[in-house]
């Protein structure tokens, strides 16, 4: 992807944020290639962080390379098991949102499926 894109990023195979791409929000993704930059939330399997590539915010992930001359600025965990992905998936939806949406913690999945759905 070029460009900017503010919000959840959601994708079960890969997201390629190209030199001109940028995400601000959360990114839930089995693989995830910045070559751009990244400022949020990560949930993914697989992170690839190219040589001008940064990302900034908090990464739960299960491997990480990063390329001489890309830069990783934040706090990194861990994914463990595969279904962590899932438990984690509530934690990328800003607690405003939540809020704003006037949902239960456990209901905003179902919310951002629906408008996943919708926007599709």
Do not use: W, Y
Request: charged share 30%.
């Amino acid at each position: 992807m070029e460009g900017t894109v503010e919000g959840l990023v959601v994708s079960e195979a890969e997201v390629i944020v190209g030199p001109r791409g940028r995400i601000d929000g959360a990114v839930k993704a089995k693989h995830l290639v910045v070559n751009g930059e990244v400022d949020g939330r990560v949930v993914c399997e697989q992170l690839d962080i190219m040589a001008a590539g940064t990302v900034r915010g908090e990464l739960h992930t299960g491997r990480m390379t990063i390329e001489e001359g890309g830069r990783f600025l934040g706090q990194s965990m861990d994914l463990g098991e595969a279904g962590d992905i899932t438990v984690l998936e509530l934690n990328l939806v800003a607690p405003e949102r939540v809020a704003a949406l006037g949902r239960q913690p456990e209901q905003v999945a179902t919310v951002v499926e629906e408008e996943e759905k919708a926007s599709r």
